[in-house]
């Protein structure tokens, strides 16, 4: 049998050290080539780290939530045959000969009882009863302090804290529990660029009221229509439809500004990068090439990153160069919001829920559709009056949704 060393494996893009986040294996487990034996995370995805070989787990060379250099001992595994790695020889002890007719010398020890056993860590030392009552009592052992040998808490400690807590019987328990939650992995992840993105850009949020009550009829008719051929469209491919055309007047907001270099990349294409809340946490996979696609196309991309992201299988290239991102929270998009930007964009557009309001039109009372976009820009490249002239044309075009298929 011999040892094969599993390194982490040189990811690409420049990348020198990943964040281990998760594993599949512990010692002893018995590996196939090719399992998944953990997840890293890079800035950008999640990457999985197969095994190159079969056999027995070893060791592993991190915890999750450990950074990890390219290079160094993810893991070791036993192998049949030599392996790839060498320990320095263990030191041999010779063999000591006993005569076959040697007499036996052990002496008999009479059995000693065990002393009473140490409380488990976080747990009270108390007997059978006493917990029983404390249970039955709706108290927590971990609050009382006991008198007894090696602090055993007795009934006495017990009738004690009950005589204390009197005033607070006719409520409810207080509750003392603590919860502690490493901040690893995707959610790491999520709080650096959170802080990097509030530290360094220059936000200011600018807020619009929409009537989208056309726009939601023009739904209506075109699910009636073409849903059950096509798929049924939510709001979202005509909001992106909506953002493209207005974009084609407004390319410094379609655009990357890169603070080391101080330069601003203006982009034709509009790669529409779309928040997605997953278990972990929230990720942005990006609709490619938004400009080109039709509704039908935009929905069936949407949904595809969407599942992809929410079960942690979405590609690095799947989460990466967005220039202008759309964030929603559909039903409990409140009133209003103010979206943080996803560097290096200068624009996040923010999407609250639609409710029925009394409005007035053409001098009568009238129940329309609202929604408010809640959108944010970075200062430093978006001038405020360019960025309200932008919310205006989206606004236009969603309140007359038949501009949004006028081509120039």
């Known amino acids: 049998m011999g040892t094969h060393v599993i390194r982490m494996p040189d990811i690409g893009e420049g990348i020198a ?47 999750p939530g450990e950074v990890m250099a390219v290079g160094s001992e993810l893991i070791r595994i036993e192998v049949l045959g030599d ?11 010779p063999a000591v000969q006993v005569p076959e007719s040697a007499p036996d010398t052990t002496a008999r020890v009479e059995p000693v009882p065990a002393p009473p056993a140490s409380p488990e860590p976080g747990r009270a030392l108390a007997s059978p ?62 709080a650096q660029r959170m802080q990097e993105a509030k530290r360094q850009v220059a936000h200011f949020s600018y807020v619009e009221e929409i009537d989208v009550t056309a726009l939601e009829a023009l739904r209506a008719d075109i699910n009636a229509k073409w849903g059950a051929e096509r798929g049924k469209l939510t709001l979202l ?30 982009y034709g294409a509009v790669h529409v990068g779309v928040a997605t809340q997953s278990d972990n946490g929230l990720m942005v996979p990006v609709l490619r090439h938004a400009e080109a696609a039709d509704l039908w196309r935009t929905a069936a991309e949407i949904n595809r990153l969407a599942v ?33 930007i996803n560097q290096p964009e200068v624009a996040i557009v923010g999407v609250n829920r639609i409710v029925e309001r009394p409005m007035v039109v053409a001098g009568q009372i009238a129940v329309r559709k609202m929604m408010n976009l809640s959108s944010s820009f970075d200062h430093r490249v978006v001038d405020g009056m360019d960025a309200a002239r932008f919310i205006q044309a989206v606004r236009a075009l969603l309140e007359q949704p038949a501009m949004l298929f006028l081509e120039p």
């Open 17 to 63: 050290q990943v964040e281990l986040v998760e594993w599949f294996v512990k010692v002893g487990d018995t590996v196939s080539e090719d399992q998944v034996l953990a997840d890293v995370m890079t800035d950008k995805a999640t990457v999985e780290i197969p095994s190159s070989v079969a056999g027995t787990v070893m060791a592993l060379g991190g915890q």
């Open 83 to 93: 392996g790839n790695h060498r320990d320095a020889e263990p030191a041999t002890t």
């Open 129 to 190: 009863a006493v917990r029983k009552r404390a249970k039955d009592e709706g108290v927590d052992l971990q609050q009382l302090r006991g008198t007894g040998p090696a602090g055993r808490i007795r009934h006495a400690d017990l009738d004690a804290f009950l005589e204390q807590r009197q005033p607070l019987q006719q409520g409810r328990a207080p509750r003392q529990e603590q919860t502690r939650i490493p901040v690893i992995g995707l959610r790491r992840r999520i």
């Open 237 to 266: 491919p005509l909001l992106i439809r909506a953002l493209v055309v207005a974009l084609r007047d407004f390319p410094q907001i379609n655009a990357h500004y890169d603070d080391q270099q101080q330069v601003i990349t203006q």
């Open 308 to 340: 992809a992201a929410r079960s942690g299988k979405a590609s690095r290239e799947e989460l990466s160069g967005s220039t202008i991102t759309l964030t929603s929270l559909g039903a409990l998009g409140g009133i209003v919001s103010t979206p943080v």
